[in-house]
């Protein structure tokens, strides 16, 4: 998944300002305890960081 894919999924279920604040501060256990941010700049895959956030927020299988 590319990032543009990945900020695209994240503006459609959240909305572009929560999808960001969000992305800066919300610690996702899926990528081991990292927020977003720190998961995609730590080389975390974009597809599994957005497997990571449907698991924390409970997206429904279609958003995936």
């Known amino acids: 998944m590319r990032l ?6 994240m503006h459609e279920q959240f909305g572009e300002a929560y999808a960001h604040s969000l992305a800066q501060d919300y610690v996702l256990e ?5 927020t977003v941010q ?3 700049a730590d080389g975390v895959s974009a597809r599994q960081v957005w497997h990571a956030v449907c ?3 409970d997206l429904p299988a279609s958003a995936r």
């Open 55 to 57: 698991d924390a927020f």
């Open 38 to 40: 720190q998961a995609l």
């Open 4 to 9: 543009t894919v990945f900020w695209n999924k």
């Open 30 to 34: 899926g990528v081991g305890s990292r």
